[in-house]
Each structure stands twice: as structure tokens, then as C-alpha cells.
């Protein structure tokens, strides 16, 4: 069964279609990147599924779970979670706090936490007890990319993971995600503009344009098609 | 984070020590200032902890005390209810409940934060001083007077029983919530102070954490305003309107709204050199306190009180 399942979704503001007819089925477990030209509709639709928005018409289903139009904290509830693009932590609390809260929401108790293994997993170890806003770009970013571990979805939605982010610290990124996904509990969508991170990600790839699904498949399948080119690579890729 | 134990402690007793150092008329000033302190206190907790920005706590701390006199005066009669003790827990969940209605209205039904929440709960204040001012219930614009005292003590003029049980209450008070701001719901305050939209999306109810928040600090304002009409025995339409609202504003904002020790020691502090002042500068004493608000404000955001308060924290927890 899908895990999350977008039927025929619409989202126009006023005469403009932001979202116009998606259709997109996402398996357990699977890995899948999204791209698309800016205002081509990614991060709508990202708001669309996590209840920022609601849709203008369509259908949005989790595990066959209707939430559609659901407020954003119950359809976290429910088991998706989403990174930001602007790394989004809590500054004032410190790195186990934060990923603390998250923890929270699975009903665990903060001490039974296996804290420290996440924390190493995220190279955060020494920086347990460092206030988040002290933290530089990039650990924030896998602070943020840790609470959506530590909250466990079985959805995760990652809006440009890598922005901001050094070569070194984007290739351990790129790592860190696709361990995620080989775990097979948990589905990823990751809005990415970075074609050397897309490439090194080696996933299914689904390309937007004016608001609908242009194409889907292998990123060297999407890099050679003529249209996805001139669309999004660019002519000379 | 709010001040070392240490230092509340030290302060708490110290505040204990006054009655034997000062006479009977400081001490039973100090009594009143505690109660202003414990309500700077409430407002410290809504607006510095959970950076909810309200412009009319008084609400809350004159519900609490209109509802004590009500009680105690016999106005309002409740079956199986005597006494000021129970009139006091029942004008706390009075407050308490005026702060889930207008909380339920505000973050749940109209969806305000930020400076609209702070302009709305403004008009608020005004409004319900007004109506305050014109109900026959409630003495009107006189107030309602004789209000009974607690029931502290053989001496009646003695001063000092009632001022080390409203201490003790107000410490009471400070360390419970400083022990609940250390535990989950705190963490989680702060969450919602630092990033409302990351705490949804990790699957908080924002409006919920804002209006336990909300429900708390008018609690707490609410049993500040009940001691304070009992102790002062007179129940005024100052105590709830927009006048005092602004007061405890500025002394939270000078001491420092994410400290709560700052807060209720910024509260005692600027109403004892008001004394003072007030005498010698007479209405001028207001351009001063303005004045300093202002040089505050821009100088040293955190608070007068907090900023040194939380370099020390800050220190300490970077210490090895």
C-alpha cells in the first residue's frame, strides 16, 4: 500500500494555479527526489501535504488515512515530518532539547532516548549541550534533520537539505539520507536544486513545471530527456 | 533558565529578614509590593517564557481581587463556601477561568499573536475597567471597601503574620513554577517563545501550550490580586483597567521578562524608589521611570536585572 497517495490536487491563489492536478504516489521506504524550476509549484505542494494550505480540490492520503485539510500539528502527528528549507530549531534550547521535544511527540520518555546514538549519527556528539543558535549553518541544518529522525515519521519531507551547506558537509548529508531510506520505514521527498547532490542521491526522480508532475524517473533518465533539459539542466548539461 | 536557587533563596530571605529591620509601616508597604511582585511575576511567565505579549494582565490580577471581595463581603454568596481561604482558591479558578475564555477567543477562535494579541488585549483591559467603572455590583467607580483581611494573626494592626504568610506564598508560588519551567511544559514554552511554527510542525498544538500558558499566568495574577484586596481590604477599578497593565509591563520590561526573579525583584525595587521618588519629584517621577524605560529598552533589551542574570547563567554553563 502507498504511504502517502496525492490524488488530483489542486491549489490556485485567485487565477494563479500553484498546484494544478498532481497526481503522486510514494511507496514505503522509498527515496525521491522532487525538482522543478522556481514557482514551479515544490514547496505549495510540500505545504499542501503538511497542512499549511489546504487544497483548493484533490485528495491527500497517508498510510490510506485521509488529511486532507488537517491542521499542521495533527498531520505531524500523523506521521509526517518536514524539514525547512531556513534551518528551523529552536535557539534558545540546547541541541539534546531540541531533539528532545521531537522525541516527545512519540510518546517516549526523554531518558530513554537513544540520544547519544542519534547525536553521533548527526556528528552533534560534543555538541549536546550547545544552545542550537550558537551552532554554524550546517549543524543546524542536521539538528533540524534530527528531530525529524527523532520524532520518527514515516513520511519525510526535506525542502533543499543541503542549502547553505560545505561539499564535505553535503556529501555526509547525502549519506545520512539515503541511510534513512535504506532503513525501509521510512518514505522521503526531498526538494533539492543541487544536481551534484541529486546525482550523488541516485533516486527516482519526479520533475514539476506550472504546477503539475512533468515527468518521473532514474536522474540519468531525467538528465537526458530533451525537455526536463531545457527545462530545468539547462541545454549545455 | 531563570536565576540560580541560590540567589532566589538569598533573596527570599532576605526579604524575610525586612520585618526586623523595618517598622511596621514598611513592612506592611513591602506586603503589597511582594503581591505586585508575584504579579510581575505572572506576566514575566506569559509574555518572557511563552512570548505571549499581553497589555492587560490586570485583567486577571482585578478579576482576582474583585472576586475575593465579593466572596468575603458576602455580595455574592456561594453555597458551602465561607471563609477567605476557600474565597481565595475560588477567585484564583476565577481568574483562571476568565483567562481560558478570553485565551480560547483569542488563540483558538480568532487565531492572535504577536502585536495584534498585545493592542487587542490592550482594548480589552480598558474595556472591562470600564464596565467595572459602571456596575452597581461591583461599588462603581468607589470601588467596594471594608473588603476583610486574612485571617492572619491575634493582632489586627500587627503586620507582620500577614506579611510572612504572603511571602510564603509568593515563594511558594516562584518555585513551582521554576521547577515547572524546568520540566517538559518549560522546555516546551520555551519551544513556543523561540519557534511556534517548527513546535506544529513537530506536532504541538500551538494554541493549546498558548492557552495553558495564558490559563497559567492568570492564575497566578489572579491570586496576587486576591491577596492584594485582602490585604489592602479595598477593591478599586484601578486594579483591572489598562493603568496597571502598563505598570507591571514596565517593570517586567526593566528587570527583565524572561527571568522571573528579575521581574518580581524589578517590581519591588522600582515601587520602593517610587516611594521615595514620588515624594521628591512628585509627578516628574513618572518622566524618570519613562525615561529609564526607554534607555532600558534600547540599551539593554534583556532587562535591567536578567542581562547579568543570564551572563552569569551563560558563564556557569559553559564552565567545565
Given at each position: 500500500m502507498a504511504t502517502l497517495e496525492l490524488e488530483d490536487v489542486h491549489r490556485h491563489f485567485g487565477g494563479v494555479?500553484?498546484?494544478?492536478?498532481?497526481?503522486?504516489?510514494?511507496?514505503?521506504g522509498e527515496l525521491r527526489a522532487l525538482i522543478g524550476p522556481n514557482g514551479c509549484g515544490k514547496s505549495t505542494l510540500f505545504n499542501l501535504i503538511t497542512g499549511a494550505l489546504r487544497p483548493t480540490a484533490g485528495r491527500i492520503r497517508l498510510a490510506g488515512r485521509d488529511i486532507t485539510g488537517l491542521p499542521p500539528h495533527r498531520i505531524a502527528r500523523a506521521g509526517i515530518g518536514r524539514k525547512f528549507q531556513v534551518a528551523s530549531v529552536f535557539d534558545d534550547l540546547s541541541v539534546e532539547d531540541n531533539l528532545a521535544i521531537a522525541a516527545w511527540t512519540r510518546g517516549r520518555r526523554g531518558q530513554h532516548l537513544p540520544l547519544a546514538a542519534l547525536l553521533t549519527r548527526l556528528r552533534l556528539a560534543e555538541r549536546r549541550a550547545t544552545l542550537a543558535g550558537e551552532l554554524s549553518h550546517g549543524e543546524r541544518q542536521w539538528v533540524e534533520i534530527g528531530m525529524m529522525l527523532a520524532a520518527g515519521p514515516s513520511v519525510l519531507l526535506l525542502d533543499e537539505p543541503t542549502a547553505g551547506m560545505t561539499a564535505a558537509e553535503t556529501a555526509a548529508t547525502v549519506d545520512l539520507i539515503r541511510d534513512i531510506a535504506a532503513t525501509g520505514d521510512v518514505t522521503v521527498l526531498v526538494i533539492e536544486h543541487d544536481v551534484g547532490f541529486l546525482?550523488?542521491?541516485?533516486?527516482a526522480v519526479t520533475v514539476m513545471a506550472k504546477g503539475r508532475i512533468l515527468r518521473t524517473g532514474s536522474?540519468?533518465?531525467m538528465r537526458a530527456d530533451p525537455e526536463v533539459r531545457a527545462l530545468y539542466f539547462g541545454t549545455a548539461a | 533558565m531563570d536565576a540560580p536557587v541560590w540567589l532566589a533563596l538569598a533573596v527570599f530571605g532576605g526579604l524575610a529578614a525586612v520585618p526586623s529591620l523595618a517598622g511596621d509601616y514598611w513592612t506592611g508597604q513591602l506586603a503589597r509590593y511582594v503581591l505586585f511582585g508575584l504579579f510581575a511575576v505572572s506576566l514575566a511567565l506569559v509574555w518572557g517564557r511563552a512570548g505571549i505579549l499581553c497589555f492587560g494582565q490586570a485583567m486577571f490580577f482585578g478579576a482576582g481581587g474583585y472576586a475575593m471581595a465579593l466572596l468575603t463581603l458576602g455580595i455574592v454568596e456561594v453555597p458551602?463556601?465561607?471563609g477567605a481561604w476557600?474565597?481565595?482558591?475560588?477567585?484564583?479558578v476565577l481568574a483562571a477561568a476568565l483567562a481560558l475564555l478570553l485565551g480560547f477567543f483569542l488563540f483558538w477562535g480568532a487565531g492572535i499573536s504577536g502585536a495584534y494579541l498585545a493592542v487587542v488585549t490592550l482594548a480589552l483591559a480598558v474595556i472591562l475597567e470600564q464596565v467595572v467603572r459602571g456596575w452597581p455590583l461591583l461599588g462603581e467607580s468607589t470601588g467596594l471597601s471594608s473588603v476583610p483581611a486574612l485571617p492572619v494573626g491575634d493582632n489586627p494592626w500587627d503586620p507582620k503574620p500577614t506579611y510572612y504568610v504572603l511571602l510564603a506564598i509568593a515563594a511558594a508560588v516562584y518555585f513551582g513554577l521554576v521547577a515547572l519551567l524546568a520540566s517538559r511544559f518549560g522546555v516546551l514554552l520555551t519551544a513556543l517563545r523561540t519557534h511556534p511554527q517548527r513546535l506544529a510542525y513537530l506536532g504541538y498544538s500551538v494554541v493549546a501550550l498558548r492557552i495553558a500558558a495564558f490559563v497559567l499566568g492568570g492564575a497566578v495574577a489572579g491570586l496576587a490580586g486576591a491577596l492584594f484586596v485582602a490585604t489592602d481590604r479595598f477593591a478599586s477599578p484601578s486594579l483591572i483597567g489598562f493603568a496597571l497593565s502598563a505598570e507591571v509591563l514596565i517593570w517586567v520590561a526593566l528587570g527583565g521578562r524572561s527571568v522571573l526573579l528579575a521581574a518580581f525583584l524589578a517590581a519591588i525595587g522600582i515601587l520602593i524608589v517610587q516611594g521615595f521618588l514620588s515624594e521628591a519629584l512628585g509627578e516628574w517621577w513618572l518622566l524618570a521611570l519613562g525615561a529609564l524605560f526607554m534607555v532600558s529598552v534600547a540599551l539593554v533589551p534583556n532587562g535591567l536585572l536578567a542581562t547579568p542574570l543570564l551572563w552569569l547563567q551563560s558563564r556557569l554553563r559553559r564552565a567545565p
Open positions: 494555479k500553484a498546484v494544478d492536478g498532481v497526481d503522486l504516489v510514494l511507496e514505503r546525482e550523488r542521491l541516485d533516486c536522474f540519468a533518465d | 458551602g463556601l465561607s476557600p474565597a481565595l482558591a475560588l477567585a484564583v
